[in-house]
């Protein structure tokens, strides 16, 4: 029922300089600080695969200097934001990733780098360096899947130098290969598949709707690279936005119904699935045969099962429904004879 998905964007990281006007332009293009992407996931929310594509949204970072003799590990509080939540888009000519306004390596001492996608101007993310720390407050998953986001989080990159020596062109036009920095999905993904059960060949159910109840809000903290969330607050209905699909028989595969849902982690409720505000999802679908219309049904049932008690970030939750009907029975019983009342009138034959 859970799967792993790992995200990853390869970092650039080029040499440093202080000014344009003192350096052979090319030499100085490889002085640059850049990111750049290996190959191509999927361009739709959730993003697939293992790599950044450079169609995917811009990312954002955050960048910290330390001088000579000093480490990340031992010394992070005194780190100097070099790079404070710069957005990282791709520029398609030079065939890089890199931020609106130039930045280059220092002369001495290290970088370290950390980062989070999707990026936002409004986006309640920070790091705190004293406990590396990067922090994104009050999380919202927004109600349709058109507008929710696929949030994650990149790995720290520690102490990291300019050496030339280590970097080496792709092309004329390309940036020099350097930094990794791998993403990790943070929130988790939910969606659901239906089908018939055993028996009912000879009928149509059409799956009209899929809605869910759930808690939207959460903070998000990455400790050194360690991502714990807080519970989740605010119950929010929401909706797979799926048109009809008509459920498959049983011997085929299970069909989808609607759209990924990217959702903050959460305990789920073991209550009654009825209860207002306890998570739980509704199924609405309607019944056919042999064109005699038999009406339509939505079943309540809780979204917490006996193999899942949460959801967890950075996994995926399908969720199979096997739709079955009640069959018509039959209990023959019978009236007893009953004796009239009058009875006829003793007849006397000689």
């Known amino acids: 029922m859970k799967k792993f998905f790992l995200l990853a964007v390869a970092a650039v990281a ?3 300089s202080c000014s344009k006007n003192t350096l052979d332009p090319a030499s100085q293009k490889n002085r640059e600080i850049s990111f750049n992407t290996v190959s191509a996931p999927s361009t739709r929310t959730p993003l697939s695969g293992t790599v950044y594509k450079t169609t995917d949204p811009t990312f954002g970072v955050f960048c910290y200097a330390l001088t000579s003799g000093k480490t990340w590990a031992a010394n992070s509080s005194d ?13 398609d000519t ?3 990733w890199e931020p609106a306004s130039t930045y280059y390596w220092p002369l001495s001492g290290s970088l370290t780098f950390t980062g989070f996608s999707p990026f936002s101007e409004n986006a309640k993310v920070a790091y705190d360096p004293a406990n590396k720390a990067l922090t994104v407050t009050n999380y919202v998953a927004a109600a349709t899947t058109a507008a929710q986001t696929d949030l994650m989080w990149a790995n720290t990159q520690k102490d990291l130098t300019d050496n030339q020596s280590t970097y ?3 092309s004329a036009t390309s940036t020099l290969k350097g930094v990794n920095m791998v993403f990790h999905h943070a929130l988790s993904q939910v969606l659901f598949h239906v089908k018939k059960a055993a028996g009912l060949d000879d009928y149509t159910i059409t799956v009209n709707s899929i809605t869910f109840n759930a808690m939207s809000t959460g903070t998000l903290t990455v400790t050194d690279d360690t991502p714990v969330w807080g519970a989740a607050t605010t119950a929010e209905d929401y909706d797979s936005e799926g048109s009809d699909v008509v459920a498959p028989n049983n011997s085929a595969a299970f069909a989808a119904f609607g759209n990924a849902n990217m959702m903050v982690p959460q305990s789920l409720t073991a209550a009654n699935p009825l209860v207002a505000n306890d998570q739980k999802f509704n199924i609405t679908y309607s019944l056919e045969k042999s064109g005699v219309d038999l009406g339509q049904k939505t079943v309540t049932v809780a979204l917490r099962t006996a193999d899942v008690a949460a959801w967890e970030q950075n996994k995926k939750y399908n969720y199979n429904i096997v739709i079955d009907l009640n069959k018509i029975y039959f209990n023959p019983t019978m009236v007893d004879w009953v004796d009239a009342d009058p009875q006829p009138t003793q007849i006397t034959v000689q």
């Not at 780190?79 to 520029?91: H, L």
């Open 168 to 170: 080496t062109s792709e």
């Open 94 to 96: 030079d065939k890089i």
């Open 14 to 16: 080029v040499l440093a």
């Open 79 to 91: 780190g100097q934001a070099y790079m404070n939540k710069v957005e990282i888009s791709y520029n």
